[in-house]
Nanobody, 121 residues
Framework: QVQLVESGGGLVQPGGSLRLSCVAS????????MGWYRQTPGKQRELVAR???????NYADSVKGRFTISRDNAKNTVYLQMNSLKPEDTAVYYC???????????????WGQGTHVTVSS
């Protein structure tokens, strides 16, 4: 059974910073892409940042220059450093990991439970 556990969300003032973490555990054979998405009420979940197994990265235009995604393959962990936060960054942030679990024939995407980020004064 694969689990993705997120942490690091919370309340922060505009201009502040937060660091999200997501750890994947279970019978994992390999991990491909790792990423972060976010969702606000009434809107579709949107990509924030994604990092592939080879290291290539893409960001949503709205977070470029402010957010940094990174991964630690030894720890099966992906991070999202969020700086210069704005009220419009307020959302539930979800970790998404494309991985190959030991009992499966190929890789599949898995989702974390979500962590709340609120940017407000």
């Amino acid at each position: 059974q694969v689990q993705l556990v997120e942490s690091g969300g919370g309340l922060v003032q505009p201009g502040g910073s937060l660091r999200l973490s997501c750890v994947a555990s279970g019978s994992i054979l390999s991990i491909n892409a790792m990423g972060w998405y976010r969702q606000t009420p009434g809107k579709q979940r949107e990509l924030v940042a994604r990092i592939r197994g080879g290291g290539s990265i893409n960001y949503a235009d709205s977070v470029k220059g402010r957010f940094t995604i990174s991964r630690d393959n030894a720890k099966n962990t992906v991070y999202l450093q969020m700086n210069s936060l704005k009220p419009e960054d307020t959302a539930v942030y979800y970790c998404n990991v494309d991985l190959w679990e030991a009992t499966m024939l190929k890789s599949y995407p898995y989702w974390g439970q979500g962590t709340h980020v609120t940017v407000s004064s």
